[in-house]
């Protein structure tokens, strides 16, 4: 019987954020995974077809993480209950509820004040000379949106926005370990913060997304006062990092590729096209977490009851089996079914919005800067850490 290529899988290790792909590479060779992390088992699942297979498999696996320890944060925020970490019933309920301002048609209405958001934007850059694809319109475009969304002051933006990043860090946090101090910090701030604007749109309603949401609470709904933060914490996460990643990265993969660069500079209507290529070629989220419900098979591997599932999405978008010539970035791919997103009921509800603020933004620059290219043509770009998302820090941009 022939020896299992041994794998590395260190996440939190700089040099794998920078390239993780090769890593993937040898995980794609073969069935899951099950390795030992110390305190946990940890299976890693990274075919295309298993993955699938994982994220729809809702009988043996949940979304629901274990308990968190007795020393881990226990304030008014209960992170765990959103539409990320809770299984159905409740799942339906709550993703109904949130659904009603992520329609097809309320999102078309947003995209005249998301092209103003980026017009601005690159007017300054446009004055300035300078501009940093990431730090100046991916870090700010999706932010301001989601603000308005939730009706939080402009003035606001940049506190919301570390708000965000730090919930994001929460994230990188294994499931069932303490949560550090800063994060717990910024928790308080954050439940402070939205439990005054809960009781201010409760007297006062207006057209956000908030308001909409008390009243389905004070109406006999589903929502708890607990689920009004969560759902307000999963937006400002949901609504903002995957999107100023997906710009990031996308930006990148571009320059990267120059031909692909000239095809859609010579033909817009690949911009549709060109943006699911940057998610399945280099996607915003890593992978996602499942939780054995009791000991699965899956691709011929026994996955058992007290292992997490680590659910390999950049993975399973370089399957050869899936995708012909994977490490290739085509902005022309057909059919291109990538997991960016998710799959099933955990599908991301944000899709719609991410995908509408990408086509803008990627927009609006090409119709700016007809040399729009890296500053530094050897930049290395360093990558956040974390080990749920991929994004980029910092890409600075000539535009002459």
Request: hydrophobic share 40%.
């Amino acid at each position: 019987m022939a020896e299992e290529t041994p794998i590395y899988f260190n996440p939190w290790d700089p040099a794998f954020r920078d390239n993780p792909y090769p890593h993937y590479g040898v995980l794609l060779a073969g069935p899951p995974r099950v390795v030992d992390a110390g305190a946990f088992k940890i299976a890693l699942v990274a075919r295309y077809a298993d993955v699938v297979r994982v994220m729809h498999d809702h009988e043996h696996f949940s979304n629901m993480g274990p308990p968190p320890p007795p020393e881990a944060y226990q304030g008014r925020l209960a992170v765990s209950r959103n539409l990320l970490g809770t299984d159905p019933p409740v799942h339906s309920q709550l993703r109904r509820l949130v659904s009603r301002d992520f329609t097809p048609r309320r999102i078309r209405e947003l995209e005249p004040r998301i092209h103003k958001i980026a017009v601005g934007i690159l007017d300054r850059a446009e004055r300035t000379g300078e501009f940093d694809v990431v730090k100046d319109l991916a870090n700010v475009l999706p932010v301001t949106v989601i603000a308005e969304m939730l009706g939080v002051p402009v003035e606001l933006n940049a506190t919301f926005k570390e708000w965000s990043d730090k919930l994001v860090d929460a994230g990188n946090n294994l499931p069932g370990t303490p949560t550090p101090p800063d994060v717990i910090k910024t928790l308080d701030a954050l439940t402070d913060y939205f439990e005054s604007e809960i009781e201010g749109r409760r007297k006062n309603p207006g057209p956000d997304l908030v308001s909409a949401l008390v009243q389905a609470h004070d109406t006999g709904d589903v929502l708890s006062s607990a689920d009004l933060l969560n759902f307000v914490s999963l937006l400002l996460i949901a609504g903002n990092e995957t999107t100023t990643n997906l710009i990031g990265n996308g930006t990148l993969a571009l320059m990267r590729n120059p031909d692909q660069l000239a095809l859609l500079y010579s033909n817009r209507g690949l911009l549709g096209s060109a943006i699911e290529e940057m998610l399945r070629y280099d996607g915003p989220v890593q992978s996602t977490a499942r939780f054995p419900k009791q000991a699965a098979n899956v691709g011929g591997t026994e996955i058992p009851a007290d292992a997490i599932a680590f659910v390999v999405l950049a993975a399973a978008n370089r399957d050869p089996a899936k995708f012909p010539a994977p490490e290739e970035f085509d902005i022309t791919r057909e059919p291109n079914e990538h997991v960016a997103f998710g799959e099933g009921i955990h599908f991301c509800i944000g899709a719609p919005l991410a995908r509408l603020e990408a086509s803008v933004a990627f927009g609006a620059m090409l119709d700016r800067f007809p040399n729009l290219r890296l500053k530094d043509p050897e930049l290395k770009p360093k990558y956040k850490g974390t080990y749920i998302l991929r994004g980029i820090e910092s890409l600075p941009m000539a535009i002459d």
